[in-house]
C-alpha cells in the first residue's frame, strides 16, 4: 500500500504579514532605544557638568577663589610675529577656567604639560594656540593651494582629548565646522565681546582638544556704559556671572547664593547646524546668560546643547540642573538673573524649566 504526505509552506501572503509585523516591532523598538540612549547620555553629561562644578569648589578651597573665566594678560606677546589674533593688550595666554581645574579632575598629568607661564596673572606669555613651533605655513613660507594659514602654533597639552570635556550626545571632537577651532572665548573688545579661531586644519587646529561645556559670564561686561541700569533698575554690573576675565571670585562674592547662580553650561561652540566653530577646552572662557538659549544655538556667544529641549547646567554649590531651549534674551530675564551672582533678584526657577 501506497501513501503520501504533503508538506504546507507559508505562503506569500503569510510571509508578507511576518515581515510587516517584525517592521512594525522594529520601529516600535528604535525609538525606545533611542530614548534610553539620550537619557544616558543626559545622564551622562549631567555627572561630567558635576564633576567640573565640584572641581571648581575645590579649587576655591585651595586658592579661595574661583579660577578667571578666561586669562588675558597686558604683557603678553607672541613669540611668532605672523599670528593673526588679537594685538597686545589681548595677545595671551587664553586660558579658560577648565584649563585650571586639570588638576580637580584627575588630569594632573596634562596639568603638568602646561608650562607654568600660561597659568600666571600678568603673564608675558602669549596665546597658547601660537606660540609653540612648529608653525604653520604663515610663518614657514609657501602656503599650499587650498591651506589656509594664520600663524597657529599650537601648545601640544591642548591636544588631549578629555572625556569630561565632551557631552556624549554630541560629536564635538570629530564632527566637521565649516569656519574653525575656537581658542579664546570670550574677549572683551571695543565694547562688545569676541573670540578668537585657529583653522580646522592637520597639525594646526584639528587635533586640538574639544569642550562641550563653558563657564558663565553672566551679563557681559563692558557693553555697557559704567553705572548703566537695565529696564528693572538693576545695574549691570551686578549681573556679572563668576567667571569673567581676569576674575578672582570668592564664594563670599555670589551674594545670590551659590544654588542660585549659574556656575557652568553647555554649549555647542557655534551655529547648530551646519557647525560653524568647534569649542577647545584650553580656551573655554565664558559664555553670557544675556544671549538666551535659542534652539537651535545660533552663536558661539551662548549656550546651547544636542540634548532635546534642554540645556544642563551646573551651578556654583555643585548641583547641576536642566533649563529648557527658548530662554529669553536680555538683561531682564530669569535666565540672565540666574546667570547674575550679585543681582538680588530672585529667581523664578519654575520659569527655567526646573
Known sequence: MSYSRSRRGFTLIELLVVIAIIAILIGLLVPAVQ?????????????????????AMNYESTYKVLPPGIL????????????????????GPYMGALAFLLPYIEQTAVYNQIPPAYFKFGTTQGAWAYNTGPYDFQVTGGVPAGSPANGTGILPAAKNVISTFLCPEDNAQNIAVTTGVLDAVSVPYASNVYADYVYDQPGFGREVGASNYIANGGYPQGVQAAGAVNAAGVAYTSLVGPYSMNSKTRITSIVDGT?????????????????????SWMGAGMAHTAYGTPNPQTGWWMF??????IVNMAFCDGSVRSVTTGQASGSNTPFSYAGGMMDSVTVDFGSLGQ
Open 259 to 279: 544654588s542660585n547662580t549659574i556656575a557652568f553650561g553647555e554649549t555647542l561652540g557655534g551655529n547648530a547646524n551646519p557647525r560653524n566653530f568647534r569649542l
Open 35 to 55: 530614548k534610553v540612549r539620550s537619557a544616558a547620555a543626559r545622564s551622562q553629561c549631567q555627572n561630567n557638568l558635576k564633576q567640573i562644578a565640584l572641581a
Open 304 to 309: 546651547g546643547s544636542n540634548h532635546t529641549g
Open 72 to 91: 588675558i594678560s597686558p604683557n603678553a606677546t607672541d613669540a611668532n610675529g605672523g599670528a593673526y589674533n588679537f594685538p597686545p593688550p589681548l595677545a
